[in-house]
């Protein structure tokens, strides 16, 4: 008799190790089956987000940014620190080893739920049998599912005038294992991954960081005005961002690469010793399943799914970066605790509208629900409060007081839509709106409610408090009437 299990998860990213965590926890007898190698060919738990995402990428965009404030902004503060020097291998050895420790932490978290890793590749046959080839094997076993959760994740997509060449023109796994500080960067693609890899290149050193986004938006996912903000920023911490660049042909040799691209200035050819492609990435869904299985994917690849995560095969469900929404880990996550406690027979949802985007860049960008072109667009009467960090205590006094925090409330209900924003430790500030949002607060709720000073998060306050005109800590404008 075939090999059973309550539930087979396909994919041990944050979408599949989560799922299949909460399985076993919720009694479900349940495998994983990843094929995830890492650099010296062992077998991985964590995806993407843990082995060439996430976790390696925040690991160097806080080196980078300790590095760039000892050399360029302690003094500020009155510590002088002579002879700063980067140690790129140490860099680069100590975010190796934070991934290493973390995915190893997510084995130790499978053996002490008793959820089954099996190292290899995987297909979905029909009626929800699985077909698995274990690494270092090639005769295939089959093993059969009560249910089955596809979480693949996704990859790096790539474009074919831009082929990738050794390590110089790379995707973003390749841009996290530079063994040099190149001196002239280009990057393709001014998204999340462009934004993030190429400020930790220019804080480490280098002279150019040229991005060409194809788009003559810049950041259209974000709230344009926090995008307006952001673009100012980043251009005067010396990324060369052009906006509406295609390139069109890209040549690698003799250790640099020579591109030609074309904008609204006409055609242009650039050299830089290195090359990021950060163009998006495709969901992992070729050979996930056989054609016997009949599993529908839409016409970019996702697994089609309905909003509980379900494909259109009976007991086989899809999440993560393989299907629509945000390529998020932690909306993936959250894809994976839902499908688990349906199939324990729980009643379960994700609230699509509550999703956190954040970007790691310095100042940090990160929001939560609707944007105001969104409410724009769709006529919603709404109204605005803004407070600038700048007159925040707290940041004032830690010299890092850019940006600002924007609230969005439905103008009849009051209820917070959207909150929007750019500045320090934005990451950490936007779970307040996010609990604020999930909780279906009022921008009263926020302004009633008391926050510590002196903090960063009082600036949330304030912002909430400036949807209805009662901010106390910025000027009146016109003064008293
Ligand atoms: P993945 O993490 O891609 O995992 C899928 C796993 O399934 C992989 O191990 C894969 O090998 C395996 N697999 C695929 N097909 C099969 C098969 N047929 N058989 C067996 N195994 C299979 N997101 C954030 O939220 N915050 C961030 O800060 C962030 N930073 C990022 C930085 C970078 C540089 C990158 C590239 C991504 C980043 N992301 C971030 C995105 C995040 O990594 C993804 O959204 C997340 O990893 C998706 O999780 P997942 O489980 O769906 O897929
Ligand atoms: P992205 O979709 O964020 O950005 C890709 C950019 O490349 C877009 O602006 C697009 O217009 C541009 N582009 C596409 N084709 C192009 C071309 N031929 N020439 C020039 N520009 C082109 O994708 P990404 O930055 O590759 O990131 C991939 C995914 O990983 C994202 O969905 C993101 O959510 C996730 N991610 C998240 C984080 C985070 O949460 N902080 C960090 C990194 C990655």
Same mark, same amino acid.
């Given at each position: ?6 539930? =087979?998860?396909?994919?041990?990213? %944050? ?13 479900? /007898?349940?495998?994983? =089956? ?20 996430? @976790? ?24 002088? =620190? ?15 080893? *934070? ?16 959820? #089954?890793? @099996? ?10 049998? =699985? ?8 005769? %295939?076993?089959?093993?059969? +599912? ?10 790096? +997509?790539?474009?074919?005038?831009? %082929? ?12 996290? &294992? ?9 990057? @393709? ?64 040799? /003799? ?10 200035? !006409? ?9 990021? *492609? ?5 969901? /992992?869904?070729?050979?996930? +399943?056989?054609? +016997? ?11 089609? *799914? ?9 007991? *086989? ?37 509550? $999703? ?42 830690? !010299? ?11 103008? &009849?209900?009051?209820? $917070? #839509? ?5 500045? %320090? ?11 604020? $949002? ?23 306050? &304030? ?8 901010? $106390? ?9």
């Amino acid at each position: 008799m075939a090999e059973q299990y309550d539930v =087979v998860v396909i994919g041990a990213g %944050p979408a599949g190790y989560v799922a299949a965590i909460r399985c076993a926890q919720l009694g479900l /007898n349940t495998a994983c =089956v990843d094929q995830w190698l890492d650099r010296q060919g062992k077998p991985a738990l964590g995806g993407t987000c843990l082995n060439a995402g996430c @976790i390696p990428s925040k690991a160097l965009l806080e080196s980078s940014e300790r590095y760039a404030e000892t050399r360029d902004a302690l003094a500020a503060h009155g510590i002088r =620190v002579a002879g700063v020097e980067l140690d790129l291998d140490a860099m680069m050895a100590r975010k190796d080893k *934070v991934v290493e420790d973390l995915t190893q932490g997510i084995e130790q978290l499978f053996r002490s739920n008793g959820v #089954r890793w @099996i190292q290899g590749h995987a297909q979905l046959q029909a009626n929800r049998e =699985v077909r698995i080839t274990e690494t270092g094997t090639d005769v %295939p076993r089959t093993v059969q +599912a009560g249910h089955v959760i596809l979480a693949p994740g996704s990859s790096p +997509a790539q474009i074919d005038s831009v %082929p990738l060449h050794e390590d110089i023109v790379v995707d973003s796994t390749g841009a996290l &294992e530079f063994r040099d500080v190149p001196q002239r960067l280009g990057v @393709i693609g001014a998204g999340v991954i462009g934004l993030e890899l190429g400020s930790v290149w220019r804080r480490l050193g280098a002279q150019t960081v040229t991005i060409l986004e194809a788009q003559d938006c810049f950041l259209p996912i974000a709230d344009e005005m926090v995008a307006r903000e952001a673009l100012r920023v980043f251009k005067r911490q010396g990324l060369d961002i052009q906006l509406g660049s295609r390139v069109t042909a890209c040549e690698a040799d /003799n250790g640099a690469v020579r591109i030609s691209y074309q904008n609204g200035d !006409g055609d242009h050819q650039a050299e830089f010793d290195k090359l990021i *492609v950060a163009v998006g990435r495709r969901p /992992n869904t070729n050979h996930l +399943a056989s054609d +016997a299985a009949g599993l529908l994917l839409d016409e970019w690849g996702f697994v089609h *799914v309905d909003e509980q995560c379900k494909t259109n095969l009976p007991g *086989v469900y899809a999440i993560g970066d393989a299907v629509r929404g945000p390529m998020l880990a932690h909306k993936g996550s959250e894809e994976g605790v839902m499908v688990a406690e349906l199939l324990a027979g729980h009643a379960a949802a994700v609230n699509y509208g509550a $999703i956190p985007s954040v970007i790691y860049t310095l100042p940090e960008v990160a929001w939560v629900g609707e944007t105001e072109q969104a409410l724009k667009a769709g006529a919603t009467p709404y109204r605005s409060g803004l407070f600038p960090f700048a007159a925040s205590g707290r940041a004032r006094a830690s !010299g890092d007081s850019g940006g600002f925090i924007k609230v969005l409330a439905d103008a &009849e209900t009051d209820r $917070i #839509r959207g909150v929007h924003m750019i500045g %320090p430790h934005c990451s950490e500030l936007i779970a307040e709106a996010v609990v604020a $949002i999930e909780l279906g607060s009022s921008a009263e709720d926020i302004a009633l409610t008391m926050f510590a000073h002196p903090t960063l998060s009082e600036s949330f306050h &304030e912002a909430a408090l400036a949807v209805h005109g009662r901010a $106390i800590h910025i000027a009146r404008r016109g003064g008293k009437s």
